[in-house]
């Protein structure tokens, strides 16, 4: 049963916006939800929510903005600005415990992740 399912990946030029959907299964409720991307050389925890905290990996603070629509049950994560580094593939995972690592939550495959969604920004 799929918890976690994510829209809004695509193609779009350095500089452009994305926004990415994650809908949450209604029977779930989750301690840490959050985006990890992976890409070639480079996996990384992009941004959480967790205890009415957020939190960012340095390398999106100040461009991406994650929130959440308790009536929809949808974690959004809004890119801003967008670089080439920023291509991967962008999962939705979430956990009912809290691990936190360099500040930012830390999912294992004993969690709950969504199919992923491809982002690739080039000219």
């Known amino acids: 049963q799929m918890h976690l399912v994510e829209s809004g990946g695509g193609l779009v030029q350095p500089g452009g916006s994305l926004r990415l959907s994650c809908v949450v299964s209604?029977?779930?409720?989750?301690?840490?939800i959050g985006w990890f991307r992976k890409a070639p050389g480079k996996d990384e925890g992009v941004s959480c929510i967790?205890?009415?905290?957020?939190y960012y990996a340095d390398s999106v603070k100040g461009r991406f903005t994650v929130s959440r629509d308790n009536a929809k049950n949808t974690l959004y994560l809004q890119m801003n600005n967008l670089k080439p580094d920023d291509s991967g593939v962008y999962y939705c995972?979430?956990?009912?415990?809290?691990?936190?690592?360099?500040?930012?939550?830390?999912?294992?495959?004993?969690?709950?992740w969504g199919q992923g969604t491809q982002v690739t920004v080039s000219s």
């Open positions: 209604e029977s779930v409720h989750y301690t840490s």
């Open positions: 995972a979430a956990s009912m415990k809290l691990v936190l690592r360099k500040n930012m939550c830390v999912w294992s495959g004993n969690d709950d």
């Open positions: 967790a205890n009415g905290f957020t």
